[in-house]
């Protein structure tokens, strides 16, 4: 286990070395500012093209009410996954590049991949029936749940510190499927109202209206529901300890093949017979679905332990107050905050608020996971950047956060006296540890970080509100 100073260290010499150097003399590659101006232009251009190949296969019309069809499920599941996230939400710019991922990127290269597979199969046998049957049930799952995956690899890899979890996983996966499958059902919209043009249907009784049905009404969460059991493999590998390489590679290619095995088996349900897509949709898709919504909430209580059980430690440091804990731990407690601050202070205070409560719950996430032997070796450093954001907001929130206290009630039952792990200056140099009291307003948990204000200059006047303690034993 790797051990580092209890404290971040200041460089002591020059930044003109070959670290300070390499910074100063990036190559322009190397810029942020390139890399998202390449992604926006590689996903900008995907778009532009998925756009001409579906209006080319649709019509104009087509393509215009295939839009408008398709449009209707995307804000519910959305809004969906946002509601799952909403203990510790990431941020706005991860959604937008999932969505359009999906939409654009991954819609492109299943389209692509699978009509050359499809082709080239159809060549090769001479049977074009067969090919297009083996190319739905085969190729396309491989192709598909492959590019949606892609989202959800970068934002593991590049978006560390907001990929903590299995919600995180669920909600990155589910909505980059979720914007494939709104290009995919423009392209299906589009296409079956071009057939209806050519055969006068119209009503109920069309092509338009029996695919709307079963796309838009029936099965919209069908790709969420593959997808995201890549998202959970991510997610589990999250919470693997930095040294467990094999789980780390395992999980997540365990998850993206059930996935795929899903996949193919619902696209493989139109051959069972007349009524083999109404089998396999009673019988396996809404289990399914229900069963991962039922794990996805369970784990979303989990958190929320987690934030109830973590949080106390700070509290008993002086950097909470001591009702917060229990508050932040409440997801009634917390939207009660955020109302009160924006009934008496406006807007901007219930933001202040919101973004209180998420740097709290990444702090108590952070901690488990240090406690769990988890921890990167940024784990101090983390620590004082979440402590740091917290000092800056801490007039506006604990008010609201105090005050939602008071409303839920009753108080939680006194919980017994909490025996922290050691875990700390050995192991993590947290600056915690079996020999080391929790720090006291006197001390300073954040040197060498101007933005922190020092609990030693800046003793915080606390008003714990005596009537109200839920750790009061």
Same mark, same amino acid.
């Given at each position: %286990?790797?051990?580092? !100073?209890?404290?971040?260290?200041?460089?002591?010499?020059?930044?003109? +070395?070959?670290?300070?150097?390499?910074?100063?003399?990036?190559?322009?590659?190397?810029?942020?500012?390139?890399?998202?101006?390449?992604? #926006?232009?590689?996903?900008?251009?995907?778009?532009?093209?998925?756009?001409?190949?579906?209006?080319?296969? &649709?019509? *104009?019309?087509?393509?215009?009410?295939?839009?408008?069809?398709?449009?209707?499920?995307?804000?519910?599941?959305?809004?969906?996954?946002?509601?799952?996230?909403?203990?510790?939400?990431?941020?706005?710019?991860?959604?937008?590049?999932?969505?359009?991922? +999906?939409?654009?990127?991954?819609?492109?290269?299943?389209?692509?991949?699978?009509?050359?597979?499809?082709?080239?199969?159809?060549?090769?046998?001479?049977?074009?029936?067969?090919?297009?049957?083996?190319?739905? *049930?085969?190729?396309?799952?491989?192709?598909? $749940?492959?590019?949606?995956? /892609?989202?959800?690899?970068?934002?593991?890899? @590049?978006?560390?510190?907001?990929?903590?979890?299995?919600?995180?996983?669920?909600?990155?996966? +589910?909505?980059?499927? #979720?914007?494939?499958?709104? #290009?995919?059902?423009?392209?299906?919209?589009?296409?079956?109202?071009?057939?209806?043009?050519?055969?006068?249907?119209?009503?109920?009784?069309?092509?338009? /209206?029996?695919?709307?049905?079963?796309?838009?009404? %029936?099965?919209?969460?069908?790709?969420?529901?593959? &997808?995201?059991?890549?998202?959970?493999?991510?997610?589990?590998?999250?919470?693997?300890?930095?040294?467990?390489?094999?789980?780390?590679?395992?999980?997540?290619?365990?998850?993206?093949?059930?996935? %795929?095995?899903?996949?193919?088996?619902?696209?493989?349900?139109?051959?069972?017979?007349?009524?083999? @897509? @109404?089998?396999?949709?009673?019988?396996?898709?809404?289990?399914?679905?229900?069963?991962?919504?039922?794990?996805?909430?369970?784990?979303?209580?989990?958190?929320?332990?987690?934030?109830?059980?973590?949080?106390? =430690?700070?509290?008993? =440091?002086?950097?909470?107050?001591? =009702?917060?804990?229990?508050?932040?731990?409440?997801?009634?407690?917390?939207?009660? =905050?955020? $109302?009160?601050?924006?009934?008496?202070?406006?807007? !901007?205070?219930?933001?202040?608020?919101?973004?209180?409560?998420?740097?709290?719950?990444?702090?108590?996430?952070?901690?488990?996971?240090?406690?769990?032997?988890?921890?990167?070796?940024?784990?101090?450093?983390?620590?004082? $950047?979440?402590?740091?954001?917290?000092?800056?907001?801490?007039?506006?929130?604990?008010?609201?956060?105090?005050?939602?206290?008071?409303?839920?009630?009753?108080?939680?039952?006194?919980?017994?006296?909490? *025996?922290?792990?050691?875990?700390?200056?050995? $192991?993590?140099?947290? +600056?915690?540890?079996?020999?080391?009291?929790?720090?006291?307003?006197?001390?300073?948990?954040?040197?060498?970080?101007?933005?922190?204000?020092?609990?030693?200059?800046?003793? !915080?006047?606390?008003?714990?509100?005596?009537?109200?303690?839920?750790?009061?034993?």
């Amino acid at each position: %286990m790797a051990t580092f !100073p209890p404290y971040p260290t200041q460089p002591s010499g020059p930044t003109d +070395g070959p670290v300070g150097g390499a910074l100063r003399h990036a190559h322009w590659w190397q810029r942020s500012w390139v890399r998202y101006g390449a992604l #926006t232009s590689l996903l900008a251009l995907s778009g532009l093209v998925i756009l001409a190949l579906v209006r080319e296969q &649709t019509g *104009t019309e087509g393509f215009l009410v295939g839009l408008g069809l398709a449009v209707f499920p995307v804000p519910l599941l959305v809004a969906a996954f946002r509601w799952l996230d909403r203990v510790e939400p990431g941020p706005w710019r991860n959604l937008l590049f999932a969505f359009a991922w +999906g939409a654009c990127a991954a819609a492109l290269i299943a389209i692509v991949a699978n009509s050359f597979a499809t082709r080239w199969i159809a060549t090769a046998t001479a049977d074009p029936s067969g090919a297009d049957t083996l190319g739905a *049930t085969v190729i396309a799952p491989i192709v598909e $749940e492959s590019a949606k995956a /892609a989202a959800v690899l970068l934002i593991y890899l @590049f978006r560390r510190r907001d990929f903590t979890g299995i919600v995180d996983g669920v909600v990155i996966a +589910g909505v980059t499927a #979720t914007g494939f499958a709104f #290009t995919e059902n423009i392209l299906y919209l589009g296409t079956a109202f071009g057939t209806d043009q050519l055969t006068g249907d119209s009503g109920i009784a069309s092509v338009t /209206a029996a695919t709307f049905f079963v796309r838009i009404v %029936m099965s919209p969460f069908a790709h969420p529901l593959f &997808t995201v059991l890549t998202g959970i493999g991510f997610g589990i590998s999250a919470l693997s300890g930095e040294r467990q390489h094999v789980r780390r590679v395992l999980l997540p290619l365990s998850g993206l093949l059930l996935a %795929m095995s899903m996949h193919a088996f619902w696209n493989s349900s139109s051959t069972f017979g007349d009524y083999g @897509f @109404f089998a396999v949709y009673a019988a396996f898709m809404v289990p399914a679905f229900g069963l991962l919504t039922w794990l996805v909430i369970w784990t979303r209580q989990r958190e929320l332990r987690t934030v109830r059980a973590e949080l106390p =430690a700070y509290a008993m =440091a002086g950097w909470l107050a001591p =009702a917060e804990p229990y508050a932040l731990g409440s997801m009634r407690a917390r939207r009660l =905050a955020r $109302e009160y601050a924006r009934r008496h202070l406006g807007r !901007p205070a219930a933001r202040e608020v919101a973004q209180y409560e998420a740097y709290a719950t990444s702090l108590a996430f952070l901690r488990h996971r240090g406690r769990l032997g988890r921890a990167g070796a940024d784990f101090v450093v983390r620590e004082q $950047e979440l402590l740091g954001e917290l000092w800056q907001r801490r007039a506006v929130a604990r008010p609201a956060l105090d005050h939602a206290a008071r409303t839920i009630a009753p108080a939680p039952a006194p919980a017994p006296p909490v *025996t922290w792990p050691p875990y700390g200056r050995q $192991e993590y140099g947290y +600056g915690y540890g079996p020999t080391t009291p929790y720090p006291s307003y006197s001390q300073n948990l954040s040197p060498g970080l101007g933005h922190i204000p020092s609990p030693s200059h800046h003793r !915080p006047v606390y008003d714990p509100y005596p009537a109200y303690n839920p750790y009061r034993s």
